[in-house]
Nanobody, 131 residues
Framework: QVQLVESGGGSVQTGGSLRLSCTAS???????????VAWFRQAPGKEREGVAA???????TYDDSVKGRFTVSRDNANTILHLTMNSLKPEDTAMYYC??????????????????????WGQGTQVNVSS
């Protein structure tokens, strides 16, 4: 069973930066490299929303609310997904989750921030941004 563990969350002031990481285990590097992986977030009382995603070719997509501020990247050799968050705002406060679309054959092409596209999820890391 693939496991995803997020880290790097914390509390910052408006305008600050954080870098989240999501380490995948129990998955070979080659298989990981063929997956689409993504970041989602959920604030209290709100639905889970897609933040950013990256496919096997490195193509990315972002929610409009984070474009120009967040950058998603992947390190396939170490099976790690990163989310670099700059110019943080109070509305970015949420639990951040990573997710992976692990498939046994073929490559995942076309990044997606639709939750139903992903079959493995981490437990989340909390990000708090104060004004």
């Amino acid at each position: 069973q693939v496991q995803l563990v997020e880290s790097g969350g914390g509390s910052v002031q408006t305008g600050g930066s954080l870098r989240l990481s999501c380490t995948a285990s129990r998955i070979p590097e080659l298989l990981y490299s063929r997956t689409c992986v993504a970041w989602f977030r959920q604030a209290p009382g709100k639905e889970r929303e897609g933040v950013a995603a990256i496919d096997s070719d490195g193509a990315t997509t972002y929610d409009d609310s984070v474009k120009g501020r967040f950058t998603v990247s992947r390190d396939n050799a170490n099976t790690i997904l990163h989310l670099t968050m700059n110019s943080l705002k109070p509305e970015d406060t949420a639990m951040y989750y990573c997710a992976a679309n692990v498939r046994l054959s073929g490559e995942c092409q076309g990044p997606s921030t639709v939750p139903a596209s992903y079959n493995f999820w981490g437990q989340g890391t909390q990000v708090n941004v104060s004004s």
